[in-house]
């Protein structure tokens, strides 16, 4: 079984910047992409953005284009997303999550196997 452990989230100001981070637990753990998604109470999770390992292709949702950024280190079997000019609305629980086989769809949580415990987010105004 493979865990995959997102770093600590935060509290910050709005327009500040926070990255996450988020490793496999297993070193020999080869995905075929990772994305992140957020929740807040009462609402479905939602994609934020992903990744594709081979291609390095990357997806974002409208609401954080120009604003976040998904990258990765191959060598760590790490994705990062830094976030900068946070607003309010992105308060939520942020999931890292992978896909270990190719997906109809990246933007699709059906479409990811694994999931991290999800770190907490918090933007103050």
């Known amino acids: 079984q493979v865990q995959l452990v997102e770093s600590e989230g935060g509290l910050v100001q709005a327009g500040g910047s926070l990255r996450l981070s988020c490793a496999a637990s297993?070193?020999?753990?080869?995905?075929?992409?990772m994305g992140w998604f957020h929740q807040v109470p009462g609402k479905e999770r939602e994609f934020v953005t992903a990744?594709?390992?081979?291609?390095?292709?990357?997806y974002y949702a409208d609401s954080v284009k120009g604003r976040f950024t998904i990258s990765s280190d191959n060598a760590k079997n790490t994705v990062y997303l830094q976030m900068n000019s946070l607003k309010p609305e992105d308060t939520a629980v942020y999931y890292c999550?992978?896909?270990?086989?190719?997906?109809?769809?990246?933007?699709?949580?059906?479409?990811?196997?694994?999931w991290g415990q999800g770190t907490q987010v918090t933007v103050s105004s």
């Open positions: 297993r070193r020999t753990f080869r995905s075929y992409a």
């Open positions: 990744i594709s390992w081979s291609s390095g292709a990357t």
């Open positions: 999550a992978a896909v270990v086989k190719s997906a109809a769809s990246f933007y699709q949580k059906g479409s990811y196997d694994y």
